[in-house]
Protein backbone atom coordinates (compact mmCIF):
# COMPACT_ATOMS: atom_id res chain seq x y z
CA UNK A 1 0.00 0.00 0.00
CA UNK A 2 1.51 3.44 -1.15
CA UNK A 3 -0.12 6.57 -0.85
CA UNK A 4 1.27 9.71 -2.36
CA UNK A 5 0.33 13.39 -1.34
CA UNK A 6 1.34 16.09 -3.87
CA UNK A 7 0.19 19.80 -4.66
CA UNK A 8 1.57 21.58 -1.96
CA UNK A 9 3.48 24.67 -2.08
CA UNK A 10 4.07 28.23 -1.09
CA UNK A 11 1.31 30.78 -1.12
CA UNK A 12 -0.07 34.09 -0.23
CA UNK A 13 -2.80 34.38 2.19
CA UNK A 14 -6.41 34.62 0.53
CA UNK A 15 -4.95 32.33 -2.08
CA UNK A 16 -6.06 28.45 -3.09
CA UNK A 17 -4.13 25.29 -2.93
CA UNK A 18 -5.68 21.80 -4.62
CA UNK A 19 -3.96 18.96 -2.29
CA UNK A 20 -4.16 15.49 -4.33
CA UNK A 21 -3.42 11.93 -2.94
CA UNK A 22 -3.01 8.58 -5.51
CA UNK A 23 -3.32 5.32 -3.50
CA UNK A 24 -1.86 2.03 -4.83
CA UNK A 25 -2.12 -1.23 -3.84
CA UNK A 26 -5.57 -1.50 -2.89
CA UNK A 27 -8.90 -0.57 -3.46
CA UNK A 28 -10.22 2.67 -2.15
CA UNK A 29 -14.08 1.97 -2.17
CA UNK A 30 -15.04 1.39 1.10
CA UNK A 31 -12.15 3.03 3.15
CA UNK A 32 -12.20 6.46 5.36
CA UNK A 33 -9.71 9.03 3.66
CA UNK A 34 -8.26 11.79 5.02
CA UNK A 35 -6.09 14.87 5.39
CA UNK A 36 -3.91 15.76 8.71
CA UNK A 37 -1.05 18.14 9.13
CA UNK A 38 1.69 19.30 11.35
CA UNK A 39 2.96 22.53 12.06
CA UNK A 40 6.24 23.10 13.94
CA UNK A 41 6.59 22.35 17.25
CA UNK A 42 2.57 21.34 17.13
CA UNK A 43 0.93 17.69 17.05
CA UNK A 44 -0.48 16.22 13.93
CA UNK A 45 -4.49 16.89 13.69
CA UNK A 46 -6.87 15.99 11.63
CA UNK A 47 -8.26 18.60 8.87
CA UNK A 48 -10.48 16.80 7.14
CA UNK A 49 -12.08 13.28 6.43
CA UNK A 50 -14.35 11.09 4.69
CA UNK A 51 -16.05 7.86 4.77
CA UNK A 52 -17.08 5.49 2.54
CA UNK A 53 -19.03 6.70 -0.65
CA UNK A 54 -22.01 5.15 1.34
CA UNK A 55 -21.75 7.75 3.96
CA UNK A 56 -21.82 11.00 2.47
CA UNK A 57 -21.04 12.40 5.74
CA UNK A 58 -17.79 14.55 5.72
CA UNK A 59 -15.55 15.74 9.01
CA UNK A 60 -13.97 19.29 8.85
CA UNK A 61 -12.03 20.96 11.49
CA UNK A 62 -13.60 23.80 12.67
CA UNK A 63 -10.98 26.38 11.63
CA UNK A 64 -11.30 25.22 7.95
CA UNK A 65 -14.95 24.92 7.73
CA UNK A 66 -16.33 26.59 4.90
CA UNK A 67 -12.81 27.14 3.09
CA UNK A 68 -12.01 23.63 2.60
CA UNK A 69 -12.87 21.13 0.84
CA UNK A 70 -12.57 17.29 0.96
CA UNK A 71 -13.52 14.97 -1.97
CA UNK A 72 -12.81 11.52 -3.51
CA UNK A 73 -12.79 9.54 -7.03
CA UNK A 74 -12.91 6.11 -6.18
CA UNK A 75 -12.36 5.45 -9.89
CA UNK A 76 -8.38 7.05 -10.26
CA UNK A 77 -8.20 5.62 -6.02
CA UNK A 78 -7.40 9.47 -5.44
CA UNK A 79 -8.94 12.15 -3.12
CA UNK A 80 -8.27 15.74 -2.49
CA UNK A 81 -8.80 18.37 -0.25
CA UNK A 82 -9.46 21.80 -2.09
CA UNK A 83 -8.01 24.79 0.18
CA UNK A 84 -9.80 28.09 -0.50
CA UNK A 85 -9.13 31.54 1.29
CA UNK A 86 -5.55 30.08 2.91
CA UNK A 87 -4.39 32.17 5.64
CA UNK A 88 -0.71 31.82 7.86
CA UNK A 89 -2.15 29.57 10.19
CA UNK A 90 -2.83 26.64 7.76
CA UNK A 91 1.20 26.72 7.07
CA UNK A 92 2.24 23.29 8.09
CA UNK A 93 3.04 20.05 6.55
CA UNK A 94 -0.04 18.40 5.04
CA UNK A 95 -0.48 14.44 4.88
CA UNK A 96 -2.65 12.24 3.44
CA UNK A 97 -4.29 9.02 5.41
CA UNK A 98 -6.57 5.95 5.25
CA UNK A 99 -8.03 3.50 7.94
CA UNK A 100 -11.02 1.24 8.22
CA UNK A 101 -14.51 2.21 7.17
CA UNK A 102 -15.74 3.52 10.33
CA UNK A 103 -12.79 5.14 11.42
CA UNK A 104 -13.19 8.62 13.04
CA UNK A 105 -10.48 11.69 12.40
CA UNK A 106 -8.16 11.00 14.50
CA UNK A 107 -4.61 9.94 13.95
CA UNK A 108 -4.56 6.71 15.34
CA UNK A 109 -7.33 5.74 13.43
CA UNK A 110 -5.72 5.72 10.23
CA UNK A 111 -3.84 2.37 9.04
CA UNK A 112 -1.88 4.41 5.95
CA UNK A 113 0.60 7.20 5.68
CA UNK A 114 1.61 8.86 2.60
CA UNK A 115 4.23 11.45 2.78
CA UNK A 116 3.91 14.71 3.78
CA UNK A 117 3.04 17.76 1.08
CA UNK A 118 4.47 21.35 2.47
CA UNK A 119 1.67 24.03 2.63
CA UNK A 120 3.42 27.36 2.97
CA UNK A 121 1.07 30.63 2.98
CA UNK A 122 3.06 34.30 3.45
CA UNK A 123 1.29 37.04 5.01
Known amino acids: VQLQASGGGLVQAGGSLRLSCKAS????????IGWFRQAPGKEREGVSCMRSTTDSERYYLASVKGRFTISRDNAENSWYLQMNNLNPEDTAVYYC????????????????WGEGTLVTVSS
Open 97 to 112: ATGPPLASCGVNQMNF
Open 25 to 32: GFSLDFWT
